[in-house]
């Protein structure tokens, strides 16, 4: 049996070159739509949260972001691993890049994740949707002490106690599932 393929974006260039000025995920959008329609992309997400003296968590980093077409939405830390990354390392990253230096995460010592999510283009195979793509995102709680500044294509971080994070409003403002993630991630800490 022979299967069929599409043909590879044209290449540039060595396949190990460095990632181009202002292209973070090493891909051209070309590359990227391709990869994205054959195989899952692996992503980590995080839910930043503060502690109190007991471990406990006492409020809950929820980004605010602005849609294409103009609609806000509520979002966690998130972003794909970059080929020869390590979780950990993309982790930071991506805390570093939406939240800003002055964060100072503590990152955790063991990568077990929280949870993991696996985001399908088609709805109904599971309850995580992405239009763009199959997607396994590996989720953390992730403890920070300084002040967030959001950066990237986020609008705020709105800092709010778990009980209202996991309020229907606040829910329902999470698009492709992550409002469900979100109540799964925080149940794991006794919320």
Do not use: K
């Amino acid at each position: 049996m022979v299967i069929g393929t599409a043909d590879l974006p044209e290449s540039d260039g060595p396949e190990d070159r460095p990632a181009p000025a202002g292209n973070p995920g090493w891909l051209n959008e070309d590359e990227l739509r391709f990869v994205r329609g054959r195989t899952p992309v692996l992503y980590v997400e995080a839910v930043p949260v503060r502690l109190d003296g007991l471990g406990r968590v006492t409020e809950v980093g929820l980004l605010l972001r602005s849609t294409p077409d103009g609609h806000l939405t509520r979002a966690f830390v998130s972003g794909r691993v970059r080929f020869g990354e390590t979780l950990q390392e993309a982790l930071f990253r991506h805390l570093e890049n939406d939240l800003g230096p002055m964060a100072f995460p503590q990152m955790p010592t063991a990568l077990v994740p929280t949870q993991v999510a696996e985001y399908f283009p088609m709805p109904g195979i599971s309850q995580f949707v992405d239009d763009r793509q199959h997607a396994v995102s590996l989720v953390y709680i992730v403890p920070v002490t300084g002040s967030c500044t959001p950066r990237q294509d986020a609008l705020e971080v709105t800092w709010m106690a778990p009980e209202d994070a996991l309020s229907d409003e606040t829910l329902s403002e999470f698009p492709g599932g992550r409002g469900v993630l979100l109540r799964q991630v925080l149940g794991s800490v006794g919320h």
